[in-house]
């Protein structure tokens, strides 16, 4: 990696506690990511992008504000990035799925809250990410309680916008989303100083529908047996997806696929065709979160899909590429997100339904249904679906964790029992 110090301290990272997060990442990298065999060639692209993760992206970024674009970071997957890219504004998903900066959340944060919530907290105000730093405005919402009080504490310290999402999906709750698109679409305008054309957002929609087509071949890839790419990997590329130019993005995750479709031809699997099956489903998983992906894969099994925000969730729905007047494009989005089955939402029976039907079209052996600790909505939403699938008679395992390493072995000791019941 070149050397990037004097960018990082211009943005006001904290120097030696960044280069201390760095060295954990990299370590854990090594033991997860690169330990593994038989990865496809295509990854080469993703471990590239990681090992730059603060360097050639970030760099990128603040180019592309020395020529006037304006980039907005987002914690949640129901915030229409569409309208920034039509405003030739640049969207990153901030990470949200480390330990570090812990310390100072819990200053200004209850202990007992969503690990997630405090990680984007800690990462501010302990200046870990430069991604937060440069960012011109944080787009908020409302999504769970936690999340919602959080981002008043943010504000203070970050240029923050809050868009209400609604808990429901009657008629007047798509009426006050769609209220809610359009004062995004306002907020947006103002914060780039362009306008968003209809042109501009039907082309912005091709953008962001093409990483999601590309990501959905993916995944349809990993229904094979044997399966042609580790879970590990898989969830990688699709929290890289968050932050990556999506256009560079797409092109590459589709090359991947080309190779993995020859792999597939060759039956050549990533592991054996015997290997049990198992689909993650519940809390996102945001980078670099791969705990619980790594216990499952070196127990014997391997995951086939994630039914998260860092999966299917965010890829499921398309936007319609029809409209051609801008209120025709705002409804698309309009229906697109509320098609998003956050367990935020009552009732949320779509969830259930879809989990069941992926654990059918990924035939797996059995769903690990994780949840973040404190995170009540999936917490809570677990019971039914533990029902819902043990009516059906598909396996499942309930875990709940946070992101220190704790209890790995615990996690090893439970998952190693239930994969052996389902071999
Ligand atoms: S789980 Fe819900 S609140 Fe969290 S990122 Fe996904 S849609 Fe947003
Ligand atoms: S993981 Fe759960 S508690 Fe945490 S921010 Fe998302 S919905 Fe809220």
Redo the contacts with the bound molecule.
């Keep these: 990696m070149a050397d990037y110090r004097e960018m990082w301290r211009s943005l006001g990272i904290d120097l030696e506690s960044h280069d201390n997060l760095l060295d954990i990442l990299g370590k854990l990298y090594g033991d997860i990511y690169l330990s593994q065999n038989k990865r496809p060639e295509g990854m080469e692209y993703l471990d590239f992008v990681v090992s730059e993760v603060h360097g050639y992206r970030i760099k990128e970024l603040l180019d592309a504000q020395k020529v006037g674009s304006k980039v907005f970071g987002t914690?949640c997957v129901f915030v229409p990035e569409e309208l920034i890219w039509a405003a030739d504004g640049i969207c990153v998903g901030l990470c949200a799925g480390a330990e570090i900066g812990k310390g100072d959340a819990e200053k200004v944060l209850p202990r007992s809250i969503?690990?997630?919530?405090k990680s984007f907290m800690g990462f501010k105000l302990a200046h870990l990410c430069p991604y937060t730093e440069l960012c011109d405005l944080i787009i908020g919402e409302t999504?769970?309680d936690?999340?919602k009080k959080a981002f008043e504490i943010f504000s203070e310290f970050k240029s923050t916008y809050v868009m209400e999402t609604p808990q429901m999906k009657r008629e007047k709750d798509y009426d006050l989303w769609r209220n809610e698109v359009y004062k995004l679409k306002e907020k947006v305008e103002e914060v780039t100083g362009k306008e968003i054309t209809p042109e501009r957002l039907k082309s912005a929609i091709k953008l962001i529908n093409d990483r999601r087509r590309a990501l959905k071949r993916l995944n349809k890839l990993r229904r094979e047996i044997p399966v042609p790419i580790s879970g590990r990997d898989a969830l990688l590329i699709n929290q890289i997806s968050f932050y990556d130019d999506p256009k560079r993005f797409t092109e590459k995750v589709n090359l991947l696929c080309d190779e993995l479709e020859k792999r597939i031809e060759r039956k050549e699997g990533v592991v054996s065709d015997k290997t049990v099956r198992v689909l993650l489903a519940g809390?996102?998983m945001a980078l670099p979160n791969w705990k619980l992906p790594g216990v499952i894969e070196s127990s014997g099994a391997v995951i086939v899909d994630e039914e998260s925000c860092i999966g299917e969730r965010n890829i499921r729905a398309m936007v319609d590429e029809s409209g051609e007047t801008m209120e025709e494009l705002i409804d698309a989005l309009v229906d697109r997100y509320m098609q998003i089955d956050?367990?935020?939402f009552t009732p949320n029976n779509e969830r259930i339904e879809h989990i069941i039907q992926l654990a059918k079209d990924f035939k797996v052996d059995g769903v690990i249904h994780y949840t973040?600790q404190?995170?009540?909505?999936?917490l809570v939403e677990s019971y039914k679906v533990e029902k819902a699938l043990e009516k059906e008679g598909i396996p499942v395992l309930r875990i709940e964790t946070d992101y220190s390493m704790e209890d790995v072995e615990q996690l090893k000791t439970r998952i190693e029992a239930f994969v052996e019941v389902l071999r």
């Design positions: 914690f969503c690990p997630l919530i999504t769970c936690g999340k809390s996102p956050c367990a935020c973040l404190f995170c009540d909505p999936y």
